[in-house]
Structure formats: structure tokens, C-alpha cells
């Protein structure tokens, strides 16, 4: 059963997550989060949903990480259509 390997593969997230924090290394580009060009790569707009805000992230397809103010990597993202700001 392909479902029983789910549990293990998130444990393996959560310890990877951990351990990157533990080295001062954070996860940025979550959805719902404002889209910033500074840390996410906008792959493609996707049409505004019931109870999405314009502008925000719609779908993470790699996540970005920063260690304190440096960029380690762009989290390549979906975003809602409309204004950014």
C-alpha cells in the first residue's frame, strides 16, 4: 500500500526541518503568504479564488529557504492574479 509510506516520508520532512532551523536556515514561501520577488520565483498566475487575496501565493512547487538575511534558495511559487503590493 503506497498510503503506508506517507507517515515515514513526513517524519523525514519534519527531521529534515528541524535540523536546517537548528543551522539558522528557514523555510519562506508558503501559501498564502504575499509574494515577494525578493525570495520566490513566480512560475506562473493563476486565477483568483473565493477567499484568496490577490497577489498572494497560490502553490509552492520548490520551497525557498534564507539563512538570516541571505537567500539560500528562491522558492519557485504559484501566485493569484491581481496587484502585488
Do not use: Y
Request: hydrophobic residues 45%.
Amino acid at each position: 500500500d503506497p498510503g503506508s509510506i506517507v507517515p515515514g516520508v513526513r517524519a523525514v520532512r519534519e527531521g529534515l526541518l528541524r535540523n536546517l532551523a537548528s543551522l539558522g536556515v528557514e523555510l519562506v514561501g508558503l501559501p498564502g503568504d504575499p509574494f515577494d520577488p525578493n525570495l520566490h520565483e513566480a512560475l506562473t498566475v493563476v486565477p483568483l479564488t473565493p477567499g484568496a487575496k490577490p497577489g498572494t501565493i497560490a502553490q509552492v512547487f520548490e520551497a525557498g529557504f534564507v539563512r538570516g538575511e541571505r537567500l539560500v534558495r528562491v522558492a519557485r511559487v504559484t501566485v493569484f492574479a491581481g496587484d502585488a503590493s
